[in-house]
């Protein structure tokens, strides 16, 4: 585990560290006594958890969409490995499923990535259909980890016309 400290906290730890040292150096040489332990050293906080990723989509009533597709690939356009993710939401009005398949991804035109959105890779669809003659919105929130560890939180406001 890894512990990170300011350097306020680093200067008040030696500081600590020095008094007693000279605390000890004082006692008689045949007293026996027991150091005291010293203070534990705060602990920065933990950074803030990212910010979900928040995504809009337009969905005809009663029809089954691809809302969106994962992929992670390697620079040559190979797949990094399987992408999950966790429904921390359901839809109300609506059924999603995640379907590990295969097609285009659309990574950003300045990514190093960009050239693989012309081949099919592997990936992770989200698909949604809702209710039939509902219109509204409706939601649906996963949790979403990718080949490398990495992983964030995904919602989604479906706009069903």
């Given at each position: 585990m890894s512990m990170y400290f300011t350097r306020p906290a680093l200067a008040g730890l030696a500081i600590a560290l020095a008094a007693g040292c000279a605390a000890l150096a004082q006692e008689s040489p045949g007293a026996t006594s027991t150091p005291a332990a010293p203070a534990a050293a705060p602990v920065a906080p933990a950074p803030p958890p990212a910010r979900p990723i928040q995504i809009n989509r337009f969905v005809p009533s009663g029809e089954e969409r691809t809302i969106w597709f994962f992929a992670a690939n390697f620079p040559d356009c190979s797949s990094r490995g399987p992408t999950v993710a966790r429904v921390l939401e359901k839809p109300e009005h609506?059924?999603?499923?995640?379907?590990?398949?295969?097609?285009?991804?659309?990574?950003?035109?300045?990514?190093?990535?960009?050239?693989?959105?012309?081949?099919?890779?592997?990936?992770?669809?989200?698909?949604?259909?809702?209710?039939?003659?509902?219109?509204?919105?409706?939601?649906?929130?996963?949790?979403?980890?990718?080949?490398?560890?990495?992983?964030?939180?995904?919602?989604?406001?479906?706009?069903?016309?």
């Open positions: 609506g059924d999603a499923s995640l379907v590990a398949g295969d097609s285009f991804p659309a990574f950003g035109s300045n990514s190093p990535l960009a050239s693989c959105n012309s081949r099919k890779t592997q990936g992770l669809m989200v698909n949604y259909r809702s209710a039939p003659d509902y219109t509204g919105e409706d939601r649906l929130r996963l949790f979403v980890i990718f080949p490398d560890g990495s992983g964030g939180e995904w919602n989604y406001t479906l706009i069903v016309k």
